[in-house]
């Protein structure tokens, strides 16, 4: 009896023991299953490391490289050309066909004929860029050009044209407007004749509304109606600009080119 009370005495000491060791993390445990505080806590910890991990995820991959917007196929410096009917019509034709140095050439015309010049020169440069043997198109950009003020550039166009197709009366024509704007009259005289000796209908109102204010036709009717009766000339001899001259003092101001002759 006596021996075995001892080993009871033991025997509890060690429970007592080990449940105060264990009772702590018993109730760690149940204190942070019944405290939502706590509970919202880990989770928070375990979103931003799941977060973490595909944020460096994501590092790790290429980057993909954003698409370019689409320009659009026609962009007018002013909106206010588009709102007319002809011009909207051209604007269409263009978006329907692009590649069509033809399309671009027409709507670089109207707009042209609605002083739109900017826009009309760069449609037209876009058609002479698709097409370098449009005869028409180098014509108009080159009226583009001088009905804009930029002269040289118009007279370089028109040229482009006339290399192309050296009968082509409308050109000729045009040439003459440049050479007016020039100062360089005689120059135009020469080309003017040589447009209506090829086409004497550039002379008509009807056909050439710009005929009306070019103060130099009846008198270059007249020469080629002389020239007619007599001896033909050489229409293609020289018409290099001659050196030296100078303007009349009393000669009318120049006249703005027609618009091209279809």
């Known amino acids: 009896m006596r021996r075995v009370l001892p080993l009871l005495s033991v025997i509890v000491l060690v429970a007592v023991v080990a449940s105060l060791a264990v009772a702590p993390a018993l ?14 806590a880990a989770q928070a910890e375990a979103l931003a490391a799941a977060e973490a991990a595909a944020e460096a995820d994501a590092s790790a991959e290429e980057p993909i490289e954003e698409m370019a917007a689409e320009e659009p196929v026609v962009q007018l410096q002013s909106d206010i050309l588009a709102r007319f009917p002809e011009v909207a019509e051209a604007i269409t034709l ?21 002083a739109g010049f900017k826009d009309a020169i760069k449609s037209l440069k876009k058609a002479t860029d698709l097409d370098e043997t449009n005869i028409a198109a180098w014509n108009d950009l080159g009226t583009a050009y001088i009905r804009s003020g930029q002269v040289g550039s118009g007279m370089s166009a028109i040229r482009r044209a006339l290399k192309l197709e050296p009968f082509f009366a409308v050109a000729h024509y045009n040439l003459g407007i440049g050479y007016q704007a020039e100062g360089n009259y005689d120059a135009s005289i020469q080309s003017f004749e040589i447009a209506l000796l090829l086409d004497p209908a550039l002379a008509d109102v009807k056909h050439n509304p710009g005929a009306l204010t070019n103060p130099a036709l009846p008198y270059v009717q007249l020469g080629v109606y002389m020239k007619r009766e007599g001896a033909a000339p050489a229409l293609f001899a020289d018409q290099a600009p001659q050196e030296g001259l100078v303007a009349p003092a009393e000669a009318a101001p120049p006249a703005e080119p027609a618009p091209p002759v279809k």
């Open 94 to 114: 263009v978006k329907a066909n692009p590649g069509d140095a033809e399309a671009w050439r027409v709507l670089g015309v109207r707009l042209t004929n609605r």
């Open 27 to 40: 109730a760690k445990k149940e204190k942070q299953q019944t405290d939502p505080a706590a509970e919202a």
